[in-house]
């Protein structure tokens, strides 16, 4: 007998997994998490995949944190691959929160840089926390590139990966700062901007970056 074929709290929780109200959903991932199982591992990836509501996608990855990362990481590498945005940025999401470093190999460049928005910001994300050491200023190189990329809250998010590579992201960063494109520059200035008055926010340094490159001087050093 499988566990599909089983009647217990674990299948029934399963199944509720896609229920129609998000409420019981969400109890659901809340008790598989609680009573965790290696074969429940598989219906939480798939759902995380599909589910609509954030509170219940968190709540999925805490249901996944709380298994074995042996289990876990062969099922969300393969959300890597797949064609859908959700399934590779709840994956990536997943992944950060285990922080287990074998699923290094797997943040390649094209998911860095990949067309979704919310897929390369879960990309960046884990990026950060599961590289190597003695990786960091390679990592700072290849995220470099997306600056000047999207709207507030993407920008917002490179400028905190690259804070948070420390040390490792000023020659990239500096390099930026030169770029031919001007919202190239302006996002790289005022991400060190923020790297040095973290209290400013990020709405001050974008225009604070933005008077420097149209004025086309750097004061930073005044």
């Known amino acids: 007998m499988t566990l599909s074929d089983e009647d217990t709290p674990t299948t029934r929780a399963l199944r509720a997994l896609a229920h129609g109200d998000a409420s019981v959903r969400l109890r659901a991932a809340l008790a598989v998490g609680t009573d965790p199982a290696t074969p429940c591992v598989t219906p939480l990836i798939e759902r995380c ?116 590579l420390g040390e490792a992201s000023t020659p990239a960063l500096h390099a930026a700062t030169t770029d031919r494109e001007p919202h190239v520059r302006r996002h790289a200035l005022a991400t060190e901007q923020l790297r040095r008055d973290p209290d400013a926010g990020f709405d001050f340094a974008i225009e604070e970056a933005k008077r420097i490159v149209a004025l086309g001087t750097d004061d930073r050093e005044e």
């Open 49 to 164: 995949a599909v589910e609509p509501e954030f509170p219940v996608r968190e709540m999925l990855t805490w249901a996944l944190t709380r298994h074995p990362s042996s289990a876990t990481l062969p099922g969300l590498l393969g959300e890597l691959r797949s064609e859908r945005a959700q399934a590779r940025s709840q994956a990536l999401h997943t992944l950060s929160k285990i922080g287990d470093r074998r699923a290094w190999p797997a943040l390649t460049r094209s998911l860095l840089t990949d067309a979704d928005d919310e897929v390369a910001r879960s990309a960046w994300r884990a990026a950060v926390v599961l590289v190597p050491d003695g990786e960091e200023q390679a990592l700072a190189g290849a995220l470099a590139t997306q600056l000047g990329r999207g709207g507030r809250e993407t920008q917002l998010s490179l400028s905190r990966v690259l804070i948070a």
